[in-house]
């Protein structure tokens, strides 16, 4: 299975117009080689840990490593991609709902605990997981883990997740970064789905380097302690690639996209009430004044009457 998921997979990245991936292993000092260093193979860790930054990041992983995942409750609802998703053993969570829960109950502060520390049941199956492939080297699938629990622009590295880290056991870290066109970039997500799919596909080429970095060997303060344990895994990764932290959540972002559609709602009504005041007759009722006004996260937009 895996290798036909490793091939079909390499044919969708072509299809895509990912015709350069670079695969490059950072030695401890910071040198790179488009070589795996010596003792490679033989490395031992409980699972991948990487940024995350377009749904393309699960097709390009499946067609080198064909890992198992940590998804949203959603895809294992998809047509194929469901039966797929569920053949690799992933594990599902239902974030926004676990979000939802804690903002009833403690506000935005508790939000961003719940994200935080990614839900305690999940935690504990990926612990579980984990402490098996390490310490037992079972024959379960790897995990690949985004401990940023959601996609970024590929320009920052978000707050880690504690669930990656909790098992105490070393993990593998790797950090993309893509290269889009002028026109479109498979690192922007504020648009639905199936239309960043469909400019996906329209770009004739993209390209993607993934860097393989030292294996990371938790101390026992970092065992003991999975949020420093995390952080100094995210730190590991701004030294080596260069890409800078930030400290916005998932409830910010979840804020963000909500600001984005209100105002993308709010400027369709002023388009057609725009549009029906043109077709008004002097003394009309001005409903189309009407429906040109709008709110949206605290700012009013109102379509000019002269």
């Given at each position: 299975?895996a290798?036909?998921g490793?091939?079909?997979?390499r044919?969708v ?13 950072v ?5 790179t080689?488009?070589?795996?260093p ?9 699972g991948?840990v990487?940024?995350?930054c377009?749904?393309?990041d699960?097709v ?6 064909f890992?198992?995942?940590?998804a949203?409750k959603e895809?294992?609802?998809?047509p194929?991609?469901?039966?797929i998703?569920k053949?690799m053993?992933c594990?599902?969570v239902?974030r926004?709902?676990?979000l939802a829960a804690?903002?009833?109950?403690g506000?935005k ?15 504990q ?5 984990m402490e098996?492939?390490y310490?037992l080297n079972?024959a379960?699938?790897?995990?690949m883990?985004f ?6 622009n590929?320009k920052?590295?978000?707050p880690?997740?504690r669930?990656?880290?909790v098992a105490g056991?070393?993990v593998?870290?790797?950090?993309l970064?893509?290269?889009g ?5 498979p690192?922007?997500?504020a ?7 469909l400019l996906?596909?329209t770009?004739?080429?993209?390209g993607?380097t993934?860097h ?5 060997e ?17 730190q590991m ?5 260069k890409?800078p932290a ?5 409830a910010?972002?979840l804020?963000?996209f909500k ?6 709602a709010?400027e ?6 725009q549009g ?8 009309g009722s001005?409903?189309g ?5 709008g709110?949206?996260?605290g700012?009013?937009?109102h379509?000019?009457?002269?």
């Amino acid at each position: 299975m895996a290798f036909w998921g490793r091939f079909w997979t390499r044919m969708v990245m072509y299809a895509l117009g990912f015709w350069s991936i670079k695969w490059v292993y950072v030695s401890p000092d910071g040198s790179t080689s488009a070589k795996p260093p010596t003792g490679f193979q033989e490395r031992r860790f409980g699972g991948y840990v990487s940024n995350h930054c377009s749904w393309v990041d699960i097709v390009l992983y499946m067609s080198r490593l064909f890992p198992s995942f940590v998804a949203k409750k959603e895809v294992s609802k998809l047509p194929l991609i469901g039966a797929i998703s569920k053949a690799m053993q992933c594990l599902f969570v239902d974030r926004e709902a676990r979000l939802a829960a804690a903002t009833a109950e403690g506000g935005k502060a508790a939000a961003d605990a719940a994200a935080a520390g990614g839900g305690q049941g999940m935690a504990q199956l990926v612990k579980e997981r984990m402490e098996r492939k390490y310490s037992l080297n079972s024959a379960e699938l790897p995990m690949m883990l985004f401990p940023e629990g959601t996609t970024t622009n590929n320009k920052y590295l978000m707050p880690f997740k504690r669930g990656a880290f909790v098992a105490g056991v070393p993990v593998q870290p790797l950090v993309l970064k893509y290269r889009g066109s002028p026109r479109f970039s498979p690192t922007w997500d504020a648009m639905p789905g199936h239309l960043h799919i469909l400019l996906t596909m329209t770009e004739l080429s993209f390209g993607v380097t993934v860097h393989v970095l030292p294996l990371y060997e938790p101390s026992q303060e970092e065992r003991e302690d999975p949020a420093l344990y995390a952080e100094n895994v995210r730190q590991m990764m701004v030294k080596y690639t260069k890409i800078p932290a930030c400290e916005d959540t998932f409830a910010d972002k979840l804020e963000f996209f909500k600001y984005v559609t209100g105002r993308m709602a709010e400027e369709k009504k002023l388009k057609q009430g725009q549009g029906g005041k043109q077709g008004q007759r002097p003394g009309g009722s001005g409903k189309g004044d009407e429906a040109a006004a709008g709110r949206n996260g605290g700012v009013t937009v109102h379509a000019k009457t002269s």
